[in-house]
């Protein structure tokens, strides 16, 4: 049976021409200098080295393996001084074996290089490429007749299943050396509910429960086995979600047949002071906060994820947007990896239930200097999908200067939009001009808001504010309106918020605080959450919701002011200095106006739910609040 030895600590890292210092996995050399802006963060190659104790197996029977799941971007594996693999990519699962060269005391050496190329992406894009060993390495023991793991990183298994009635059929192939396969499928309460022996087979489920989103995110397991001699040699096993869906132009999103418009977020894979070499437990975080603003899809930008978090998708219920980062600038000489890492991408996530749709590519059009080998490109990277993947669709993320009319729109199965229409450039009603022009002139392309968002500064704040001023009350009006926007377009296959948090783009100079992207609706460090984090609560959530906006905004000046709630209550009565002010009706948006006092203790109530807040008189603006000229530089 497969044994794991995690090799996580006690690594000599190499940085520069410096000295080695001992370093803990997960680990990134980026994890300051990526983050303070400037975009000048160290992009070069490291070195990390360890001893490592030969595992306990059995030459005659086992294998020994070594498995990284994500280093970036490139990576050189020596093993004793034998050059065993490399690979470029920086977010997929690969692995290696080393039974030949394996000693009882062992030299592992791993070059991480995430050096300017024109050959591996991500090269050009809003967000920092963290060099770095960031996920899990390990020693993986196998048995020589096992299930296939060195096909792109795979599992060696696969699965399908159609849904006629209340009954399914689930279809598993597996991949293996050897015939003597016993396939076997699981409830969620681990009851065995069939079985067959074969190396390709289907299942009838009778009854079928279904994966249905964050309604009843039910997961059958799927467990084959390699066994000879009533020995089990190999096993491997993957949680299996049973579901239809279908994407119309016209009426948007459908899971299970019936409608599920998608509303959600997407997610940067980064922490303050940290880089990318983040926790399980962080993962968890994210994804409880996600779950508390009530999305119901995620776009995981703009690369693969770790697999942990591809899992809690699946046991959650999160639909999912997957994708690799081909992103901003085609490279004629990135094609091969282009192509290699949308393999990677599809192989090792194939079985996951949560993901609907494989992305091509982002705003790819922003350096369309190539254009007819970038069309080129796509069509093959369409073709690669739907011969690896023919259950799911494809789409890309055009650019918001992307014509309509660009051939690269039309090669996708269904298309998404990145748009900041009342932020990058005035007037928020053209993102209604938009949707209804496109709508109307491509009624069959199913349209989605792949992108969409401004930033917001929790420490930043105006009576009157405006696009462009960063302040945490402008970023909530803007989402305000896109809100009633999108609820005008009941079409859009679904909506993404960029960016669920802030994240680092070392690249930028906006807001006051350089190398961050501050579109979040959590700020990095994921404590504090922006205004805007709970007008989508109150929107999206079935928990009750009651929030007094603008709580930093401590001190107003001006002899009134407009105290604004968030609620997804019927009512909300306002109070000030334990004086009723009004209780009035509205839909998720509540507005008083009050007369300031010296001191102002705002209570807002609804039912049992209650929210408090203080403000202080004062006679001007407070400076603190205003942003401050600076060199302002996007990311571009």
């Known amino acids: 049976m497969r044994r794991s030895i995690l090799l996580m600590n006690d690594w000599l890292f190499k940085y520069k021409n410096n000295d080695f210092i001992n370093v803990n996995l997960p ?136 849904v006629n009635g209340n009954d399914a059929t689930v279809f598993v192939e597996t991949f293996s050396n050897s015939d003597n396969v016993f396939i076997e499928l699981y409830d969620q309460e681990n009851n065995l509910v069939l079985q067959q022996k074969g190396t390709k087979v289907s299942f009838l489920v009778k009854d079928a429960h279904l994966w249905n989103g964050l309604i009843d995110p039910y997961l059958y397991k799927i467990v084959a086995k390699i066994i000879c001699d009533d020995e089990v040699l190999d096993e491997i096993s993957c949680n299996c979600g049973i579901r239809t869906f279908k994407v119309d132009s016209k009426k948007g999103f459908f899971l299970n047949g019936k409608s599920y418009p998608l509303h959600g977020v997407s997610r940067h894979q980064d922490r303050k002071a940290l880089g990318n070499a ?137 298309i998404g939009w990145n748009l900041y229409l009342g932020w990058y450039v005035p007037f928020k009603w053209l993102n209604d001009c938009f949707m209804t022009f496109y709508h109307t002139f491509w009624p069959k392309r199913a349209l989605s808001y792949s992108e969409y968002g401004a930033e917001g500064m ?69 404590l504090t959450k922006k205004d805007s984090f709970y007008l989508y609560k109150a929107w999206w959530s079935t928990e009750p919701v009651l929030h007094i906006c603008s709580k930093r905004y401590e001190k107003r000046e001006g002899k ?35 007369k300031l006092e010296d001191v102002n203790n705002i209570v807002a109530k609804s039912g049992n739910l209650e929210d408090n807040a203080t403000f202080i008189k004062v006679n001007e603006r407070c400076p603190e609040y205003k942003l401050k000229a600076t060199d302002s530089k996007n990311w571009m």
């Open 278 to 414: 983040i926790s399980y437990e962080m993962m968890d975080e994210d994804m409880n906060l996600i779950k508390e603003i009530g999305a119901n899809t995620i776009r995981l930008a703009h690369y693969q994820h770790n697999q942990y978090f591809y899992d809690l998708c699946d046991k959650v219920g999160m639909v999912v947007w997957a994708e690799i980062p081909y992103i901003s600038e085609h490279l004629v000489n990135g094609r091969e990896n282009t192509i290699n890492q949308m393999k990677e991408l599809i192989i090792q996530n194939f079985n996951h239930p949560s993901i609907v749709t494989w992305g091509l590519s982002n705003e790819i059009t922003i350096k369309d200097n190539h254009r007819k080998d970038m069309l080129d490109n796509h069509y093959v990277l369409q073709e690669l999908c739907k011969e690896l993947d023919p259950t799911r669709v494809t789409t890309l993320a055009c650019f918001a200067m992307c014509t309509p009319f660009h051939p690269v729109t039309k090669i996708s199965d269904i």
């Open 560 to 594: 009134k002011a407009i105290i604004k709630v968030y609620s997804n209550q019927k009512e909300v009565s306002l109070y000030n200095n334990g004086k009723l002010i009004k209780t009035i009706s509205a839909d998720k948006v509540f507005k008083f106006k009050i």
């Open 27 to 162: 680990h990134t050399w980026n994890n300051i200098d990526g983050q303070d802006g400037g975009n000048d963060y160290y992009r070069g190659s490291c070195t990390y080295e360890r001893k490592v104790s030969k595992p306990i197996f059995d030459l005659l029977k086992e294998d020994v393996y070594l498995v990284f799941e994500g280093v970036n971007a490139s990576a050189t594996i020596v093993f004793n001084n034998h050059e065993v693999i490399k690979h470029d990519g920086g977010y997929s699962t690969f692995r290696v074996n080393v039974t030949e060269f394996l000693k009882d005391e062992n030299d592992l050496k791993i070059i991480v290089d995430n050096s300017v190329n024109d050959k591996v992406y991500p090269q050009n894009a809003d967000f920092t490429f963290y060099g770095g060993i960031y996920r899990d390495v390990y020693f993986l023991v196998i048995n020589k007749t096992r299930f296939d793991i060195d096909y792109y990183g795979g599992p060696g298994i696969k699965y399908y299943s159609t």
């Open 458 to 526: 929790p420490n930043l704040h105006s009576k009157h504010p405006k696009r462009g001023d960063h302040t945490e009350e402008y970023q909530a009006i803007y989402h305000e309106y896109m809100l009633r926007c999108f609820k005008r377009h009941p079409y859009l296959w679904g909506t993404y918020i960029w960016n669920m948090f802030d994240f680092a783009a070392d690249a930028r100079n906006q807001g006051g605080e350089p190398g961050m992207n501050h579109k979040g609706m959590i700020t990095f460090d994921r």
